[in-house]
């Protein structure tokens, strides 16, 4: 069944855990899509949503230009969930008091409640939940009554008598509040009254569905890094169209260690993958020679791949469409309402190639977000060395080697980094980890080893946690691995004395270091 019959809509005003409330419904097995908050009322009716939710967000809806989301989703009569800054634009668009809290309230607080209700089915006096606001509730609107109290929030939750419109101070899509999921799922069972039809298993049907009504017996051309979302991606376009998928895989020369066999051996002799390999190792070490600055090393290492793929292309005289691993928050970003960013680094990605080559897009796991992906990778039945590989950039190891790339620091680096992979990202334990790697600083010190005085490298190790790469915090391993990954490094890599763990968060900190 098409899971896109009971979407719910998440109306954005700006909070930081929009993303989070999405994939917290995802999670219940809902749909949802995130919008602006300012679209027009024709395309959320197109959207046919059985629900809505009103973010946070870090404005104050008393200010004179405070983001306002069209009047008439509220005549809709759907059911709506406003949440801290959706709580109060509801309470002023309905006529009620909105001003400054004497006290701020931010962190862990606790739910009382006033009145029973499905939205709170499951939740008890006293239970935690986690407040982020400055502006309250002073006077409810006409119609409505109070569902919940906090010690400093006579209104943490609000109803509208005559229709399915509540509003909730707190934020339910955090882990801080303890039965925060639970709160999301009666909203969607209970007043929403969903099925759950979406589920790794469903999304697969659907897309192999899609695909082969769209693509009929064209030829897709699939670029292949090895990473996961290429890896998803090829693997159901083949469940959909089989031999009429090519992917092409080009060793650029800054893979990790082994990454080239692995590949080969996943896809051409597991999956069985139509697999074009191509070895232009040399043309990009060559191309990559003395070259320092990090910017130059991306666009080099981007124009020279859409080169050689285009090359690669033309060879198939009758493709049609080309395969790329978009994913649901670059569809986020690109209608977002925050208007544009500022570019702290450059991206490499096949994201030219399709106006050059007039290939037709196909962007199968752009409904997704990460983890998800992973879970569909598992549902077509990918290892698990594919599915929970950790993000690796496009320029690859290239911008992890600081300063020139040349085969012999490109060596001890893919040593060192084949240490942190096995210690790290291979060992189920640590698979919160967002990325963990180690780069190799144009730095020698001073060391002993044996008896003698040497004078060798630096690899520094990179391990941070996060959820979507736009924060980061450094991760705290234990110090017995980090212990174990020295001196590996150091006893087992030729020209490395030295290892030091990079304890810096983003922001300020990128998660890379060029």
Known sequence: MDYHKETILILDFGS?????????????????????FNIGLDKINSMDPKGIILSGGPRSVTEADAPQCTDGIFNLKIPILGICYGLQLITKFFGGEIDKSLKREYGKAHIFFDEDDGLFKGIKDGDIIWMSHQDRVFKIPEGFKILAHSDNSPYA??????????GVQFHPEVHHTTKGKQILKNF???ICKVKG?????????LAVERIREEVGNSKVLCALSGGVDS??????INKAIGNNLICVFVNNGVLRKNEVEEVLDIFEGKLHINLKYVNAEEKFLSALKGVTDPEKK???IGRLFIKIFEEEASGFGDMKYLAQGTLYPDVIESISFKGPSATIKSHHNVGGLPKKMKLKLIEPLRELFKDEVRIVGKELGLTDNIVYRQPFPGPGLAIRVIGAVNRERLSILKDADSIVRDEVERNAKFRHIWQSFAILIPVKTVGVMGD??????VIALRIVES????TADWAKIPYEILDKIARRIINEVPGVNRVVYDISSKPPSTIEWE
């Open 16 to 36: 930081q855990y929009t993303q989070l409330i999405a994939r917290k419904v995802r999670e219940l097995g809902v749909y949802c899509e995130i919008y602006p």
């Open 157 to 166: 939750a609000i109803k509208k008598i005559e229709d399915k419109i509540y």
């Open 188 to 190: 969607l069972y209970n």
């Open 197 to 205: 039809l979406f589920s790794p298993r469903s999304f697969v049907e």
């Open 231 to 236: 890896s998803v991606v090829a693997t159901l």
């Open 298 to 300: 991306r666009k080099i």
């Open 452 to 457: 003698e005085r040497t004078y060798a490298n």
């Open 467 to 470: 959820e979507d790469a736009m």
